[in-house]
Nanobody, 122 residues
């Protein structure tokens, strides 16, 4: 069964850190581009970061660049999102998605998980 599971979310104070994990079963993440998206209440889902399928090129949204880092752990079939210097506006549900390329559009990805809640309190 193909499944993506996000974990690592929680409640953190401004300036704190969290590391989100995206674990896969039923397929190999190494063969896919992996995007991290987030969705805040009342807002559209937006891409936060992505790591490409072949050259492992990474990309970041301007609002997280320098604070977040995406990385792969192929041995454990996982992708991580290290989030530092968190701000209240980083609050939302974070999703990992697997697809053929690093599209900005969530709808173009093949697989996604249920998400993990991140809440940053001021």
């Amino acid at each position: 069964q193909v499944q993506l599971v996000e974990s690592g979310g929680g409640l953190v104070q401004v300036g704190g850190s969290l590391r989100l994990s995206c674990a896969a079963s039923g397929f190999t993440l190494e063969n896919y581009a992996i995007g991290w998206f987030r969705q805040a209440p009342g807002k559209e889902r937006e891409r936060v970061s992505c790591t490409s399928r072949f050259h492992d090129t990474t990309s970041y949204a301007d609002f997280v660049r320098g604070r977040f880092t995406i990385s792969r752990d192929n041995a454990n079939n996982a992708v991580y999102l290290q989030m530092n210097s968190l701000k209240p506006e980083d609050t939302g549900i974070y999703y990992c998605e697997a697809g053929s390329g690093c599209s900005s559009w969530s709808e173009t990805y093949d697989y996604w998980g249920q998400g993990t809640q991140v809440t940053v309190s001021s």
